[in-house]
């Protein structure tokens, strides 16, 4: 599951677990889980979560492979949590690097 190369779901993937509320889904991810395309594509390794602040919407913080830059994926774009370490994004592998969620260069 999550695969860099290989952007399909692999037979016999254990069910997609879903939550109540974004908060609840964002407290079951961990540093070190994966985050993978809508088509199951390994994309970046998660560093945190952050929740809601003031001037901010929920996200979650990872490093892309490709570059290793830092990206900050809002909550409202992610879909379910599959095997324990693959929290997927609503978007398919040919269009999530044009999303604008780079972390500017401090």
Known sequence: MCQNAAPVEPAGA?????????EEFLSAIQPGMELCT????????????????ETRWPSVRGRRH?????????????IDLRGGHCVRID???ATIDAQGWEVPNS
């Open 14 to 22: 254990p069910s997609a677990r879903t939550f109540d509320s974004i």
């Open 38 to 53: 809508s088509d199951f594509t390994g994309w970046a390794s998660v560093e945190g979560v952050s929740q809601a602040g």
């Open 66 to 78: 490709e570059d290793g830059r830092l990206v900050d994926v809002p909550a409202n774009a992610l």
């Open 91 to 93: 978007r398919v592998r």
